[in-house]
């Protein structure tokens, strides 16, 4: 059976309230990096299930034996922040995955061709395909970054049914351009917006996330 791009978009009211402060061109950059980092915390919450390995033993409590089910240190997991607005949701995924390894990738934009460029990667040279990948993109916007992104995880060994990205606002040019290029790919995100504008900048989006983040 043919594997399709999956995206969820969790019908949660945290997501809801945060996704609003975020969006909102009041929200200062101070409360700007809580919403990110409680879209982080939830989205990443959604995106560990049923693909956080586990395993089944016995444990014993103060009563009586029974059975439990932890998550496995034996598979490699790791974190990818897609430098820079990618940082804004590490606290919170952090804090939902605290064992995952965290390893930085750069892109910046052609403001004119709106080509992503890679300027920093520090992936090892190989990876076990079991390892679990949770890239940190807040804007799926032309999709060019993580076409890239993921183009360079699956030449390093990574399973694209792995992988899982966590955004904030997706773009359904990006979301088709992904579905053609890895469709067995999952992404969670708080919104699908409408489109771009002729910048390339989501509308009604939420402006730039890494501008707003680090308040520049
Ligand atoms: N990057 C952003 O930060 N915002 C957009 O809308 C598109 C790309």
Known sequence: MALQLRVFVPPHPLVKHWLGVAR??????????TAMTELGRWLTYEAAREWLPTFDTTITTPLAPCPATFVNPEVPMMIIP?????????????????????????????????????????????????????????????????????ADLLERGIQPDNVRVVAIVASPIALQKLAEAYPALTIYAAIIDEGLDENGYIVPGLGDAGDRTFGT
């Open 24 to 33: 909102d061109a009041n929200t200062p950059s101070s409360l700007f990096r």
């Open 82 to 150: 897609i430098l820079r607005a990618g940082l804004a949701l590490m606290e919170g995924a952090q804090s939902v995955l605290p064992l995952a390894s965290v390893y930085h990738v750069g892109f910046v934009r052609n403001e004119e061709t709106l080509e992503a460029t890679c300027y920093l990667n520090k992936l090892p040279a190989t990876l076990a395909p079991e390892t679990r990948v949770l890239i940190s993109e807040p804007m799926l916007a032309t999709g060019g970054t993580m076409l890239a992104a993921m």
